[in-house]
């Protein structure tokens, strides 16, 4: 059983960056699907990026485009979250998931298997 931990989340002021991981452990994650969701409060689950099993391919929401980049290292069972140029509307607290078996980079939550308990990322002057 695979487990998902993220971290690197906090605090930063609009225009700043923070980067997010999320390790696995308990089982390689290299033939799956990792994707970044988050959730504001009074909001759904929101896909944020997602990225293939070989790093080659990534999808992102619009909302964050130009400005989030998702990257993987499968010798260290970890996916990463860049975050820059950070906005308000940005804040929540921002899931790493798994799935297991892809089909393409999915953006729905319901595609995804394992999940991490999250990492609150604030944006606020």
């Known amino acids: 059983q695979v487990q998902l931990v993220e971290s690197g989340g906090g605090w930063v002021q609009p225009g700043g960056s923070l980067r997010l991981s999320c390790g696995a452990s308990?089982?390689?994650?290299?033939?799956?699907?990792m994707g970044w969701f988050r959730q504001a409060p009074g909001k759904e689950r929101e896909f944020v990026a997602g990225?293939?099993?070989?790093?080659?391919?990534?999808v992102y929401a619009d909302s964050v485009k130009g400005r989030f980049t998702i990257s993987r290292d499968n010798a260290k069972n970890t996916v990463y979250l860049q975050m820059n140029s950070l906005k308000p509307e940005d804040t929540a607290v921002y899931y790493c998931?798994?799935?297991?078996?892809?089909?393409?980079?999915?953006?729905?939550?319901?595609?995804?298997?394992?999940w991490g308990r999250g990492t609150q990322v604030t944006v606020s002057s």
């Open positions: 998931a798994a799935d297991w078996s892809p089909v393409g980079i999915a953006r729905s939550a319901r595609d995804y298997d394992s």
């Open positions: 308990g089982r390689s994650c290299s033939n799956c699907v």
């Open positions: 990225i293939s099993r070989n790093g080659v391919g990534t």
